[in-house]
C-alpha cells in the first residue's frame, strides 16, 4: 500500500512541475533561498509567481518565471536576468514595487514582455539611488532607465513616465453584454500601458454558431453589431505597437452573452372588439414577467373605452422584452347626440297628412356626407339626408296620424331613437252663418288644435284658437276689440277674391310657428287723442305688395311731416310719406292737417298688407346711439322678452312717447295745465313710470295717465338706446294674447321680490314727473343696463331724475336685500320758478308701508312723505344735490355714514368731516364729488382720527376714500 502511494504521489509532483504552479513568497529574502518561498520551492520558468504583499525579495542572481506578479516588493541587486520557457511570453504585473538595491543595477526580462504596472500602489521605484544606469530592458530594448531617456541614452522612458503609463501595452476589450437579443451589442476597444510608436489594432469576432471569425478595420474603436442574435459572441482584441524598433502585440479574448427576448405575446379580447360608447372590452396579454402596452399600462390585462390599435409587449426573467405583439383593433362607436322633436304638426283641414321637424341631426362632413332615419310605426320608412343648407334640421312630413319611433344612423357612430311621437289628426271647424253654426256643432276650443274656416260672414265674440285660419273667397270677417285670434300656423285670407279677415282697434292676430301668411288682412290702430301738430309714433305689423308706406297710413298729412330717426343722423324728412314702412322700423307722423290745432281728437289709422310672423331683424347702425323701432306683429308682444332677447345689442330702458294737453290759460282765475306737456313714458325691467297726473278736464286717453304696463302694442314704436352696432331682434316668442290696449306684456312677476316706490315732483300748474326708485331682483346699485333708465329731459319745463355713479335716471334699480339705511340722492331741473310738491304716487313691497323721508340739505329738514307731501319754491336752474330720499329718521345735527368691514367711521356735524378707525392707521384721505373731481386730499396723516374743516363744498353728496396702513382703501358715500 505505501508503495502505491508513494507512486501516486511521484506521478503527481511530475504532473505538477511540468504544468507549473503557483508559487508565492513569504517574508524577507533572496529569490534563490528556499525559505523565501511557501512550499521552499524555488520558482522555475514554468511557475506562476507572487511577491506577496509585505513580502520582500531580492533577487540576486539570475532567476526565471512563467509570469510574474508583485504586491510586495520586489529588489533588483546588480545586473538580473528574468527569463521564461520557451514559447511562453513572460507577464510581469506590478501592483506593489519594483525597486533596485544600488544605482548600478538593472533588470532584463524576455523579449515581448508584458509589463503591467497598476497605479497607484503599482510602482518602478524611481527613488535612492538613480541614474540612467538603473534600467529595465525587454530583450536587447533597453525600454526604461530611472531617470533621464531618449536616444541618447538608448531608453524609451524614465521610470516615472512608465509608471504614469502603466506598463507596456496591453489590450483590454469591453463589451454592454448581456444584453438582450434584437439590441445592439457593443465591443470598445481599450488599452493599458505607454502606446509606442505606430500604434494599432484590430477586432476579430466570432458569432454564435458561425464557423470563423469575422475580421474588422484596423483603429475601429467601437464595433456595433445592430439586432444582435441571441447566445455567446467570441471577440478578440489585438494591440500592436513598437518599443525601441521591436514590434510589441498584446492580445485578449473576451466573451459576450446575448441573452434571447421574450416569445412575442398574443392578446385575448373578453368580448366583442366594437362597442358603443359607454361600454368596453378587457384586453389580456399572455403570460410574462411583466408588460407594456402601447397604452403605457403595465398590468396583464387592459380595459379599452376608446377606438385604437392595442399592442403589448412582455418581459421574461432574463430581462429581456419582446417584440410588439399584433395589434389589436378596437373601435368604439361614439353615440350620436339625441335629436330632438323640433317641431310636431298635425294633420290639419288643409293637410291630411302632419309632419315631424327633426332638429340636432348629425352635421356631415365630407367624409360622411349623409345621415340614414329608419321610421317604423304606423308606416315604416326609410330617409337619407344631410346635404342641404341645415342637415341637422330635417322635415318628414306626409305622416298619417299615428305613433311613430325613428332611429338616426349615422357613419360609424352608435344609432339613437325618437320613440312613440304622435302625429294627432286635425279636425276643420267651418264657421257656416249664424243658423247652421260651426259644423263640430261647438266653437272651436281654447287648445288650437283644429283648423278653422270662414265659409260665412263673421263677428268674433271673444277669443279664438286654431292650428291654422282660412277665409274663403268673397267672406268678411271681423275679430273685435280686445278679442284675440290665435293661430299656430299659417293665416289664408283669400283676399284676391274679395275675402276680408279685419282686426279692429286694440284686437290681436298671435302665431306661433314661423310660417308664411298668404292674403291680407286689414288692421286698425287708434291713437291717444291728438292736435294737427302732435306726432304719433307708428310701427306696422303687415306687409304688402305694393309697399304700405307712410302716406297710405295718415294721407293727409303734411307731406314734411313724415318722419324716421337714423341713429347718426337724426330725424330725416320722408317727403309726402312716399316711402314703404319696414317691419320694426319705427316711425313719426304727424296728425292730418284738418285737425283742430287746439281740440284733440283721436286719428283711425289702417293698415292693409300681409301680416307678418316669424323673426324680424332691424340693423342698429351704430353703438350707443338713440334707435326708433317698433312691434312689427299685429299683437302686443312681453316687453320684457324684447329686453331679455336684445340684451346683448340694447339697453334695457324703453322710451314711449305720450301726449298731454298743451299749456292753456282759457279759463280766468284757474292756471290748471298751463305746463302739462308731452313726455316719454318710461319702461324697463325695474318698471315704469307715469307721465302726468291730469287732474280736470285735460286729455284722458290712455295712455297719458298711465305707465307702459310691461306690453309693447301693435303698431307703437319706441326709442332704445343701442350697445353695439349689429341687429334689434323680433320674434314670436315675444307675442302675446290680449294687452294690446296701451298705445305706446311682461311675465308675470310675482315670485321676483321688489321693492319700489314713485315719487311725483309736481306743481298746480300741471308741471309733472315721477321717478321709480326700485330694489329689485337682479339690479345692483351700481349701473344695470335693464334696470337703470336715464332721463331724456322730454319735458321742456321739468326733470325730476335720482342720481347714482353721476347718472341721471328717471328709474333706478337698487340691489337686494332692501336695506333702511339706504339713501338715493335725488336732482331736478326746472325752466320755472315758484312752488313745487314732491309726494309719494305710490309704493310696493315692503316700501308700501315703509317710512320714507325727504332731506332738504338746502333748509337742513327731513321731513316724512308719508305724513304729508313736501312744499318747497326752487329758483330757474339745475339742482343735483339738493334732496336725499331716507328710508330712516334722523336729526341732521350730525350724520355718521360707516364701513363696519374696515371699521371705518366717517361722521358730519357744522361743516366738519371727522374719520374715525378703530383697525388700522389712516394713511391718506381724499374726498370727490358725484362728477370725479377732487375737493379735497391729504396723506402722511399716521393716525387713527382725523378732522377737516372748512371744505369750499355746498350741499352734495361727497365719496370719501380712505387709505389704510394695511394697504386696503375703503370709499364711502355721505351728506354734506
Not at 531618449?150 to 512608465?162: C, H, I, K, S
Not at 469575422?214 to 474603436?221: E, M, V, W
Not at 283721436?602 to 292693409?608: A, I, R
Not at 330702458?653 to 290759460?665: A, C, G, I, V
Request: proline share 4%; glycine share 10%.
Amino acid at each position: 500500500m505505501d508503495k502505491k502511494l508513494l507512486i501516486i504521489f511521484s506521478m503527481l509532483f511530475c504532473f505538477g512541475f511540468a504544468n507549473g504552479a503557483t508559487i508565492t513568497s513569504t517574508g524577507t529574502g533572496n529569490w534563490s533561498s528556499t525559505t523565501s518561498w511557501v512550499g521552499g520551492i524555488i520558482p522555475t520558468a514554468n511557475d506562476d509567481v507572487i511577491i506577496a504583499a509585505g513580502s520582500t525579495i531580492t533577487i540576486n542572481s539570475n532567476v526565471s518565471a512563467k509570469t510574474l506578479t508583485i504586491n510586495g516588493t520586489l529588489l533588483v541587486s546588480g545586473d538580473r536576468t528574468v527569463t521564461t520557457a520557451a514559447g511562453n511570453t513572460l507577464s510581469v504585473i506590478i501592483n506593489g514595487t519594483l525597486g533596485f538595491s544600488s544605482n548600478q543595477s538593472d533588470i532584463r526580462f524576455p523579449d515581448g514582455t508584458t509589463l503591467n504596472i497598476n497605479k497607484p500602489s503599482g510602482k518602478i521605484d524611481e527613488s535612492g539611488g538613480c541614474s540612467n544606469n538603473v534600467a529595465l530592458y525587454i530583450g536587447s530594448l533597453k525600454f526604461a532607465v530611472c531617470v533621464g531617456s531618449g536616444n541618447g541614452n538608448n531608453a524609451t522612458y524614465t521610470f516615472e513616465q512608465l509608471n504614469d503609463l502603466g506598463g507596456t501595452i496591453q489590450s483590454n476589450p469591453t463589451s454592454n453584454a448581456p444584453i438582450c437579443e434584437g439590441n445592439t451589442l457593443d465591443f470598445t476597444a481599450a488599452k493599458l500601458g505607454v502606446d509606442g510608436t505606430g500604434l494599432n489594432w484590430h477586432w476579430s469576432i466570432k458569432a454564435p454558431g458561425a464557423g470563423s471569425f469575422t475580421t474588422y478595420p484596423d483603429k475601429q474603436t467601437i464595433v456595433s453589431l445592430s439586432n444582435a442574435v441571441s447566445g455567446i459572441y467570441e471577440a478578440n482584441l489585438t494591440y500592436t505597437t513598437t518599443y525601441g524598433g521591436s514590434t510589441y502585440t498584446s492580445s485578449k479574448t473576451i466573451f459576450a452573452t446575448v441573452n434571447p427576448r421574450a416569445a412575442t405575446p398574443t392578446i385575448s379580447p373578453s368580448g366583442a372588439t366594437t362597442f358603443c360608447e359607454g361600454s368596453s372590452v378587457t384586453l389580456t396579454s399572455s403570460a410574462g414577467s411583466s408588460y407594456l402596452w402601447s397604452t403605457g399600462a403595465t398590468t396583464p390585462s387592459i380595459v379599452v373605452t376608446t377606438s385604437g390599435n392595442y399592442s403589448v409587449q412582455v418581459t421574461n426573467a432574463l430581462g429581456c422584452q419582446s417584440l410588439p405583439s399584433a395589434n389589436t383593433a378596437v373601435t368604439m362607436k361614439p353615440l350620436l347626440a339625441l335629436p330632438s322633436v323640433f317641431s310636431n304638426i298635425s294633420a290639419t283641414c288643409a293637410t291630411l297628412t302632419g309632419s315631424i321637424v327633426l332638429n340636432n341631426l348629425p352635421m356631415t362632413t365630407p367624409t360622411i356626407p349623409n345621415w340614414v332615419i329608419q321610421q317604423t310605426g304606423t308606416v315604416s320608412q326609410s330617409y337619407t339626408g344631410g346635404g342641404g343648407a341645415d342637415p341637422t334640421t330635417f322635415t318628414i312630413s306626409n305622416l298619417i296620424p299615428g305613433f311613430y319611433n325613428f332611429t338616426i344612423e349615422f357613419g360609424d357612430y352608435c344609432p339613437v331613437s325618437i320613440n312613440n311621437v304622435e302625429v294627432k289628426t286635425a279636425e276643420t271647424n267651418i264657421w257656416q252663418g249664424p243658423v247652421l253654426g260651426w259644423s263640430k256643432g261647438s266653437a272651436p276650443s281654447s287648445t288650437g288644435t283644429e283648423s278653422i274656416e270662414f265659409a260665412a260672414d263673421y263677428q268674433s265674440a271673444g277669443d279664438l284658437a286654431s292650428c291654422s285660419c282660412k277665409v274663403d273667397a268673397g267672406k268678411i270677417v271681423t275679430i273685435n276689440a280686445g278679442h284675440t285670434l290665435y293661430v299656430e300656423n299659417q293665416v289664408v285670407v283669400e283676399s284676391a277674391t274679395g275675402a276680408k279677415l279685419i282686426f279692429e282697434n286694440n284686437a290681436s292676430l298671435v302665431q306661433l310657428n314661423d310660417v308664411i301668411n298668404t292674403g291680407d288682412i286689414t288692421y286698425k290702430r287708434n291713437t291717444t287723442a291728438v292736435r294737427r301738430y302732435d306726432f304719433t309714433f307708428w310701427s306696422s305689423p303687415v306687409t304688402r305688395t305694393p309697399a304700405f308706406m307712410l302716406k297710405d297710413l295718415s294721407p293727409d298729412t303734411l307731406g314734411d311731416k313724415y318722419y324716421k330717426y337714423h341713429p347718426v343722423n337724426g330725424w330725416v324728412i320722408i317727403g309726402r310719406g312716399l316711402a314703404e314702412m319696414e317691419s320694426g322700423v319705427g316711425y313719426i307722423i304727424r296728425a292730418p292737417q284738418y285737425y283742430s290745432i287746439t281740440i284733440p281728437a283721436v286719428y283711425s289709422g289702417s293698415f292693409t298688407g300681409v301680416p307678418n310672423n316669424g323673426p324680424i331683424s332691424v340693423p342698429l347702425i351704430a353703438a350707443e346711439k338713440s334707435n326708433l323701432l317698433g312691434n312689427p306683429y299685429p299683437s302686443a308682444i312681453y316687453a320684457d322678452e324684447f329686453i331679455f332677447d336684445n340684451s346683448s345689442n340694447l339697453y334695457g330702458t324703453l322710451y314711449f312717447w305720450t301726449h298731454n294737453s298743451p299749456p292753456s290759460k282759457l279759463v280766468d282765475g284757474d292756471a290748471t295745465y298751463n305746463y302739462t306737456v308731452d313726455d316719454y313714458a318710461v319702461y324697463n325691467l325695474t318698471g315704469s313710470v307715469e307721465v302726468g297726473n291730469l287732474i280736470g278736464s285735460g286729455a284722458t286717453t290712455s295712455p297719458n295717465t298711465t305707465s307702459p304696463k310691461g306690453y309693447i302694442a301693435a303698431g307703437q314704436s319706441f326709442f332704445v338706446t343701442s350697445k353695439t352696432n349689429l341687429s334689434a331682434i323680433f320674434t314670436n316668442s315675444m307675442r302675446v294674447n290680449g294687452n294690446n290696449a296701451q298705445f305706446f306684456k311682461t311675465k308675470s312677476k310675482s315670485t321676483i321680490e321688489a321693492h319700489k316706490v314713485w315719487i311725483n315732483f309736481s306743481n298746480v300748474k300741471g308741471a309733472f314727473k315721477q321717478v321709480l326708485i326700485g330694489y329689485v331682483e337682479g339690479a345692483t346699485n351700481a349701473w344695470d343696463d335693464n334696470y337703470d333708465g336715464p332721463t331724456i329731459d322730454g319735458n321742456k319745463f321739468v326733470d325730476f331724475y335720482s342720481v347714482n355713479e353721476g347718472e341721471k335716471l328717471i328709474v333706478q334699480g337698487r340691489g337686494l336685500p332692501f336695506d333702511e339705511t339706504d339713501f338715493v340722492p335725488l336732482g331736478y331741473k326746472s325752466a320755472i320758478a315758484g312752488e313745487f310738491t314732491i309726494s309719494i304716487d305710490h309704493a310696493t313691497g315692503v316700501l308700501d308701508t315703509h317710512a320714507i323721508y325727504l332731506e332738504d340739505k338746502l333748509t337742513n329738514t327731513l321731513h316724512d312723505l308719508r305724513g304729508s307731501d313736501y312744499k318747497f319754491t326752487t329758483a330757474i336752474g339745475t339742482f343735483n344735490d339738493r334732496f336725499v330720499l331716507r328710508y330712516v329718521g334722523k336729526t341732521l345735527a350730525k350724520q355718521e355714514f360707516q364701513d363696519s368691514e374696515q371699521a371705518l367711521l366717517v361722521s358730519t356735524k357744522d361743516k366738519i368731516i371727522k374719520v374715525t378707525s378703530t383697525k388700522e392707521i389712516i394713511d391718506e384721505i381724499t374726498i370727490f364729488d358725484l362728477t370725479g373731481k377732487v375737493i379735497y386730499n391729504k396723506d402722511k396723516i399716521d393716525s387713527t382720527e382725523f378732522q377737516i374743516a372748512n371744505i369750499q363744498s355746498g350741499n352734495q353728496v361727497l365719496l370719501v376714500k380712505v387709505s389704510l396702513g394695511n394697504d386696503t382703501t375703503s370709499t364711502i358715500k355721505i351728506i354734506f
